[in-house]
């Protein structure tokens, strides 16, 4: 059995104590686990582009010998993320290219994605931002803070900011309260998204008083959302259960977007046992994201086609609540593409015809003008896959 760090429970509910103990040498990681060759061989050869951090909750819920385990293969560099293919990316959605001041993307016209800091309570191997996330000189500094909030100030086609980072909630609370205080300021930003994996990684980082926060600025003028990284049930401990609960009593709602990764979550029954946890721990599941183009993380890649079966599978055998949508971010920048299993099997005249979840055949009416926008190759298209298996 192994023998890592001790402490008490005081320093176990600490965010602090949890932040500074981060398990960041294979010497840690050896008194935590049976570190693998492999294992032990990536993180030389990984660390010093994309350095491990994982914290000493994250690492309590790893198997000890399994390489396997959906929680280690989060936390732990394997030697696959040596391999960079040819059709990967170093910024695999384009968030630099449009970058409009330091620290702040603005690629839709009503949204901008606020960098805040580099840094995360885990570094996660399949991290889409590895590019910088982890690397702390990579950071904005004050400056490029006030020239943020000046470009948002002066861009009333901006109501919704995604507050991102690294994590947000590596900040204090003093700073997160300046963030919201000058967005609250911006008469024309109506809502925010506090996009954080702590309810995750570190729990006890969402105290009494983050959730207080969050309270003081939820107002009829600006709405904050919590949007969250669950990615399997193991994930979904009481601990996490606990500090859902101290954000729910906030009144802020909780989304979820779970990546698609292979050897995690990449079935039907994975994705349903979390999402319906999820629901109970009142957190929405709200998509479910392939796994982009970023550099180093093909082994974590699904197909699409396992993508859209596991869809298959949620859609009528649970709750609408539990479905997510299933989102391709386009490489480069174009943007989130909603794919679907394709339901519509045929046209008539003046009647669509439709397969349900349970393979049972319907027909609707529909005018003959909307009938037009289907046209006949866009639908034989969607019958070919249909017969191929692919839908
Ligand atoms: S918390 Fe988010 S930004 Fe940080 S390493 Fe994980 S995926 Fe990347």
Known sequence: MKKPITWTPTQWSDWKWQQKNRIRTIEQLDEWIDVTPDEREAFRLTNSVFRMGITPYYASLMNQQDPLCPIRLQAVPKMSETKISNTDLA???????????????????????????????????????????????????????????????????????????????????????VIFDRLSQIK???????????????????????????????????SIYFNTHFNCLEEATDEAWDACDRIASSGTPMNNQMVLLKGINDSTERVLELNQRLLQMRVKPYYMLQCDLAEGISHFRTSIATGLKIIKGLRGHVSGLASPHYILD????????????????????????????????????????ELDELTPECLQARITALKSGAA
């Open 91 to 177: 910024d695999p959605l384009g968030e630099e290219r449009y970058m409009v001041v330091p620290g702040l993307t603005h690629r839709y016209p009503d949204r901008a994605l606020f960098y805040t800091n580099h840094n995360c309570a885990m570094y996660c191997r399949f991290c889409t931002r590895k590019r910088k996330v982890s690397n702390p000189k990579s950071m904005i500094n004050k400056q490029a803070y006030a020239a943020i909030f000046d470009y948002l100030e002066n861009h009333p086609e901006i109501s919704d900011v995604i507050i991102s980072g690294g994590d947000p909630l590596s900040l204090s609370n003093k700073r997160l309260a």
């Open 330 to 369: 386009a490489p480069g920048g174009g943007g989130k593409i909603p794919l679907s299993p394709n339901y519509i099997i045929d046209k008539e005249e003046d009647h669509l015809i439709f397969r349900n979840y349970q393979g049972e055949v319907y027909r609707y009416p529909e005018s003959e003008l």
């Open 188 to 222: 024309h930003i109506k809502y925010c998204r506090l996009g954080s994996r702590n309810l995750v990684t570190l729990p006890q980082r969402c105290t009494d008083s983050l959730s207080e926060l969050l309270k003081t600025y939820q107002s009829r003028h600006l």
